[in-house]
């Protein structure tokens, strides 16, 4: 859709407002409303912000940043119809001199897509967030909407609360495929269609947008938290990935001769995320709190191997349908739903593509549960473990130097400097756990 298209469909639709979204470094939605009446010029000519007022943005003196719509993100939001209807449109950004901002984190999933296209692939993704839903009116912040589990039939509430998030997603143009509960009390999983990494990343924003909204107007609150209640399932983002070759149209993840049916393309990628998943955690597993979910004996993986059958892997390869090669692909299985998802889903591509590049090699898969191996069987193996806090995953990240190429200097910096101030914060903190083990016995 062009600008001429939207601004026809807009009138269409009788819209009186329009939100005009995009993320800060961290992946939270920031938005300016303007009236349709400006719609054109914001389209045509940008809208002024100040970037210095935006977490990890422009410093004070380069605070001048625009607004562009772009055109294939318009939607109608479905519940915003007071005093009018309004539409959203996810925007990129600019500097005063009309280039793209180097600290966009769109810009850079677009930049990494484009490199990646260079070559003759195209990355797809398909995310499976997933997110707990608490009542919002109780005393305990943390209080579940249902007790159900795995795959059971939801609570009456909680099935209302899905179904007007799914209905709110079609509206904005998403395909939803399945919705479940999962593990924990009151936690589900909404999984969209597989598609091209930038249409899936502003998918991952919008989910997190209507989740939320849907959730507050409801007498609730949906939160994408990692770890929110101690002893219960964390909430991840398992990522499914594949290349689809560009002048063949084929997947160039599926060779029919192989193991698995796994390209040596595939294979190559998978070793180029291996060699750089301790500094990509710090993208991927993004907050002090996401360390606490990758803990072994639940679900999320904790060994950098991968493998097949093995859900303990950190990287799966799911069976799919011999009559279906294009869904040849491969899991990331760490990633959680904090992440920013257009930083995420680049340093991935990236990663692998420097395998892919490189013809690098992975380690044998590991097809046996690797939480009942002792440690001298681990190491025996070459079984490495990811980063078990933001401190080491920061650090890691410091020294890679092709994370830093795809974030560019700018973000780079300015990610590291947010992060290691969330960590100097909280390694201060006196919890509750240090009370209740030392106040007495000391």
């Known amino acids: ?23 800060d470094l961290l992946g939270l939605i920031k ?18 912000f100040d970037g210095s007022s935006v977490e990890g943005f422009a410093r004070i003196q380069e605070s001048d940043l625009f607004l562009k719509p772009d055109p294939s ?13 309004t539409a959203r449109l996810i925007c990129d950004i600019y500097r005063s001199d009309g280039t793209p901002f180097e600290g966009d984190p769109r810009f850079i999933l677009k930049k990494a897509a484009l490199k990646a296209r260079e070559s003759g692939f195209e990355y797809n993704v398909g995310p499976e967030p997933e997110f707990y839903l608490f009542r919002a009116d109780g005393q305990s912040r943390t209080s579940p909407i249902d007790f159900g589990g795995y795959f059971d039939l939801s609570s009456h509430e909680g099935f209302k609360a899905i179904k007007k998030i799914i209905a709110a997603l079609e509206n904005f143009g998403i395909d939803v495929e399945t919705s479940h ?21 502003d998918k991952v924003v919008t ?12 007498d609730l609150h949906a939160t994408f938290m990692p770890k929110p209640i101690m002893g219960a399932p964390g909430s991840g983002m398992h990522v499914h990935q594949s290349l689809f070759n560009v002048a063949s149209k084929s997947n160039a993840f599926y060779d029919e001769h192989q193991k698995y049916n796994l390209s040596k393309t595939a294979r190559s990628f998978i070793a180029g995320q291996i060699k750089h998943i301790h500094a990509m955690c710090a993208i991927i597993c993004p907050t002090v709190n996401s360390y606490k979910r ?49 930083l995420a889903f680049a340093i991935m591509l990236a990663a692998g593509m420097e395998g892919v590049e490189n013809d690098l090699t992975p380690p044998e898969p590991v097809e046996e549960n ?18 078990t806090s933001l401190a080491e995953a920061l650090a890691e990240l410091k020294k890679d130097p092709l994370l830093c190429d795809v974030l560019g200097q700018h973000l780079f910096e300015r990610y590291i400097d947010i992060k290691t101030n969330e960590w100097d914060r909280f390694k201060t903190q006196v919890t509750n756990w240090e009370i209740e083990t030392y106040l007495d016995i000391f």
């Open 1 to 23: 859709m062009d600008i001429q298209k939207v601004l026809q469909q807009a009138e269409k639709d009788k819209i009186k407002f329009v939100t005009l979204q995009f993320t």
């Open 31 to 48: 938005e300016v409303v303007i009236g349709v009446n400006h719609l054109e010029g914001a389209c045509r000519d940008g809208l002024w």
């Open 73 to 85: 993100t318009y939607a109608i939001v479905p519940w915003l119809t007071e005093e009018g209807k």
């Open 181 to 201: 509960h999962e593990v924990g009390l009151g936690q589900y999983e909404i999984d969209f269609r597989y598609g091209p990494c930038l249409d899936i990343a």
């Open 207 to 218: 989910l997190k947008y209507c989740a939320k909204k849907i959730a507050q107007m409801r």
């Open 294 to 342: 990758l803990v072994s004996g639940f679900e999320a993986p904790v060994y950098i191997t991968w493998a097949a059958m093995n859900r303990s892997a950190l990287l799966r390869i799911p069976k799919w349908f011999k009559a279906k090669s294009q869904a040849a692909r491969i899991e990331l299985r760490c990633p959680d739903p904090a992440c920013n998802p257009y």
């Open 370 to 387: 690797i939480y009942t191996l002792d440690d001298e069987s681990r190491i025996s193996k070459n079984i490495d473990l990811l980063p």
